[in-house]
T-cell receptor
Framework: AQTVTQSQPEMSVQEAETVTLSCTYD???????LFWYKQPPSRQMILVIR??????QNATENRFSVNFQKAAKSFSLKISDSQLGDTAMYFC??????????????FGKGITLSVRP | KAGVTQTPRYLIKTRGQQVTLSCSPI?????VSWYQQTPGQGLQFLFE???????NKGNFPGRFSGRQFSNSRSEMNVSTLELGDSALYLC??????????????FGEGSRLTVL
């Protein structure tokens, strides 16, 4: 079984600054995906960034980037130039890779990020 | 393209009753999964359906069930409701073809309150 741990329940950052959200996971699988999902208050969850375990290069999406350390089983999210719209709950999630795909995500407990004006 | 649609958005039930929640996936997505979100337990996987077959199931009692129709729409049912079933129930759809990316697309959820 897989586990995902987000040890920080809350973080706060000043607008325009950079913040890093931590995530560690445990698995015996070799092929898998890691995700960061964002859930704004009272709004639907959306994907922020995705990393395939077989890729050594860290994924980047505009202001969002990850630091993926496969051996250490660590997957942190860096948000640069934080914006008020980044205020949300962020979930780190694991998905085992199947050729035919699957939809079972294992989520961390989440972290509430507040961006201060 | 329309997103994932869940109905109803809010509902209140009493203990012992049953509830049915509905989910319409994004057009072309054949996989639908359900998650329960509570403050205490976080997000937990309930089950996944693909082509009308349950492909995966989480660790929930048999009171939680689901099904998927030929048009990929899905329903989940909770019977004999307990107070602890109060939660936000999220549905997600995904593309399960050869070039799948693993990304799930979530609906806004159905918030169930059990009194």
């Amino acid at each position: 079984a897989q586990t995902v741990t987000q040890s920080q329940p809350e973080m706060s950052v000043q607008e325009a600054e950079t913040v890093t959200l931590s995530c560690t996971y445990d698995t015996s699988e070799n092929n898998y995906y890691l995700f960061w999902y964002k859930q704004p208050p009272s709004r639907q969850m959306i994907l922020v960034i995705r990393q395939e375990a077989y890729k050594q290069q860290n994924a980047t999406e505009n202001r969002f980037s990850v630091n993926f350390q496969k051996a250490a089983k660590s997957f942190s999210l860096k948000i640069s130039d934080s914006q008020l719209g980044d205020t949300a709950m962020y979930f780190c999630a694991f998905m085992k890779y199947y050729t035919g795909a699957n939809s079972k995500l294992t989520f961390g407990k989440g972290i509430t990020l507040s961006v201060r004006p | 393209k329309a997103g994932v649609t869940q109905t109803p958005r809010y509902l209140i039930k009493t203990r012992g009753q049953q509830v049915t929640l509905s989910c319409s996936p994004i057009s072309g997505h054949r996989s639908v999964s359900w998650y329960q979100q509570t403050p205490g337990q976080g997000l937990q996987f309930l089950f996944e359906y693909f082509s009308e077959t349950q492909r995966n199931k989480g660790n929930f009692p048999g009171r939680f069930s689901g099904r998927q129709f030929s048009n990929s729409r899905s329903e989940m049912n909770v019977s004999t409701l307990e107070l602890g079933d109060s939660a936000l129930y999220l549905c997600a759809s995904s593309f399960s073809g050869r070039d799948h990316t693993g990304e799930l697309f979530f609906g806004e959820g159905s918030r169930l309150t059990v009194l």
